[in-house]
């Protein structure tokens, strides 16, 4: 890819406009938007110069590399449909990059349907927030061919702190899984210590001091714990990624033939959240379930 | 507290033996030991040159500060007899200080009885390992009167590195039970995650390292982690231990009237590893709970 290739992305919630904003700064021309909510995506769009389109398939006529980020496996699929309006029409010598938390089996039907349509696809899973995408410092764990990955790297650097190639297409989303899994139970298990403490009378302040210095310690509690005590759940991470996100390990670990206790107990606390109305608070927002001051208020939501 | 106080310890396992040894390395006579099982204490004793004592009344006898580091509620309403053979027996004057992790509610009990006796009593819960009890770098946090605490402060000192007073009987065990249900929770977790991880043919050590930089970091995937995978679980917080403590919150949880379904998990594995015979592995050894390659072969034991 000699010259500065065109961006496409398609999916511009926090994510993706970010991604945007940040490649737009560092001299990539973001060209084309695609969203399924068209006001927000016209913001962005206006933002960054960018055409917004109406249609998948000007994406990808419009651009060189076309990123997505969207929600779920369910529309993944749509943007890669075989027929319809669909980002592999035109596809021939394009390549996507897909940065959403989707079900391992997902990354590798899209290198295949790409593949069929002359392009080439990575994954490139974000183990990271809203704040990185801005800055540029996203925890990027790619997977897919190798030539893929070399082909966009110079783009990739300019996404990340840190970059890593874990293997091929799938194998990104299975670490990303794990990952989250780990985080949610971590961050579920949190809010249950938290929330006793509380009930205990003891000083919440303290007890996060005392849980940094010991075996309790966790990246959570740096990230969410201090939200937690002050009810803060400004999103970064919503419950219902998190639900989604526990949900695509437990498949994988059904598939396994594992069973997980402590993951499937946490995710009924997500789920619990999404049934409260919930869904959309940050993670961190489980404490609204564990902490007996604020729980039957969360239930009445 | 003018001269140096004589020592004497009731529980000389693996905690009590390293405090013994660096409190007698760092200049204090520890003079008497007691524990139920005389062989293991009497080598222990042979080593600081202390007297091996068959009756409780004699550790206090002998001593100015009896430090206690027994097993659960029950050893501790045991060295503590209104009658019978007790470390109550000709208490005046002197002081307990209790570092064996127990609900908190027999911290407040030991206190008034130590009180009715003319003594005083302090808890002083550890929040580290074997490894720190031997170097005088325990995490301690204490509860009783400001005056105890005083009192024992320069003994304390060399115990720890990091000293520090939580409030009245029994606070300090709250503290102590949290901190271990976190932990715990986050040890169960981290064995799902690594265990999925196996199944899914990722490579460990690679899924460990991104564990490390992401949301799913812990201090357990520091301290235990790298011991999962590679199936070492040489004994240093044991299974039996770890639903012991978790089982301290849950009863708290239960008396506060709070549902915590991630550390009723996290007991459920704990205590599937006693029935299993697994209850002295190091908390580590939960992953051959999760582990498909181990897993039968644990629950064959």
Redesign the interface.
């Known amino acids: 890819m000699a010259a500065t290739p065109r961006i496409g992305i398609v999916g511009v919630g926090r994510m993706g406009a970010n991604i945007g904003r940040r490649l737009h700064e560092t001299g990539y021309p973001v060209v084309a938007l695609y969203d399924a909510n068209q006001s927000v995506a016209d913001e962005v769009a206006r933002e960054l110069g960018a055409e917004l389109v109406r249609e998948l398939a000007r994406v990808t006529a419009a651009s060189d590399v076309i990123i997505t980020v969207v929600t779920d496996d369910a529309a993944m699929r749509k943007v890669f449909a075989p027929t319809g309006d669909s980002l592999l029409t035109g596809a021939a010598g394009k390549i996507f990059v897909n940065c959403a938390t989707v079900s391992p089996g997902i990354h590798v039907e899209v290198e295949r349907l790409a593949k069929a349509a002359g392009a080439q696809s990575l994954e490139a899973c974000m183990?990271?927030s809203i704040s990185q995408a801005r800055a540029g410092t996203l925890?990027l764990?790619c997977g897919g061919e190798r030539s893929a990955f070399e082909r966009v790297k110079p783009m990739l650097d300019k996404m990340s702190s840190?970059l890593?190639f874990?293997g091929k297409a799938g194998?990104a989303a299975?670490?990303k899984a794990?990952?989250?899994?780990?985080?949610n139970?971590?961050t579920?298990?949190?809010a249950?210590?938290l929330?006793?403490?509380e009930?205990?009378g003891?000083d919440l302040t303290?007890?996060r001091e005392?849980?940094a210095?010991?075996?309790?310690?966790?990246?959570?509690l740096e990230?969410d714990g201090e939200d937690m005590q002050n009810h803060d759940h400004a999103c970064f991470f919503s419950a219902a990624h998190a639900a989604k996100d526990s949900g695509i390990?437990l498949d994988?670990?059904h598939d396994?033939?594992?069973s997980?206790?402590?993951?499937?107990?946490?995710k009924?606390?997500f789920d619990a959240m999404r049934a409260a109305g919930l869904g959309e608070l940050d993670k961190s927002g489980i404490a609204e379930l564990?902490f007996?001051s604020r729980r039957s208020a969360a239930l009445r939501t």
Not at 260 to 266: F, G, I, R, S
């Open positions: 183990a990271s925890y764990m840190s890593r874990v194998e299975k670490v794990l990952v989250n899994m780990v985080m139970i971590n579920a298990g949190l249950e210590g929330g006793l403490g009930s205990l003891l303290m007890l005392i849980f210095q010991t075996g309790a310690n966790s990246r959570v990230t390990a994988l670990a396994a033939g594992l997980l206790p402590l993951a499937e107990a946490t009924r606390q564990t007996a």
